[in-house]
Nanobody, 124 residues
């Protein structure tokens, strides 16, 4: 049983920054991959970024283009997504996810555990 709780979303203006957090509990080891997906209204859930918890190796969706950064705090057992230069197109519900293993999957079907999501709204 793994539980994920996201926080840090909110209403911001274009160009602002946000840091999303995902508090993880129930993991029995560090042999997990964790990541972020997002879902805008009327669109499919899409991959944003993933990280190998043990090694710190990361993988990003092409649209990120240096705008976002995924990281983790081992001591706090918390995953982060630093989002800079936000655009209205970034408006979505952002979900934290996890799966046992080491492969940084980009398809949502590969992930097992999901948080409830945190809303990010970027106004122009």
């Amino acid at each position: 049983q793994v539980q994920l709780v996201e926080s840090g979303g909110g209403l911001v203006q274009a160009g602002d920054s946000l840091r999303l957090s995902c508090a993880a509990s129930g993991r029995t080891s560090d042999s997990y991959v964790m990541g972020w997906f997002r879902q805008a209204p009327g669109k499919e859930r899409e991959f944003v970024a993933a990280i190998n918890w043990m090694t710190g190796n990361t993988y990003y969706a092409d649209f990120v283009k240096g705008q976002f950064a995924i990281s983790r705090d081992n001591a706090k057992n918390t995953l982060y997504l630093q989002m800079n230069r936000l655009k209205p197109e970034d408006t979505a519900v952002y979900y934290c996810t996890a799966v046992p293993g080491f492969t940084l999957y980009y398809h949502e079907s590969r992930y097992v555990y999901w948080g409830q999501g945190t809303q990010v709204i970027v106004s122009s």
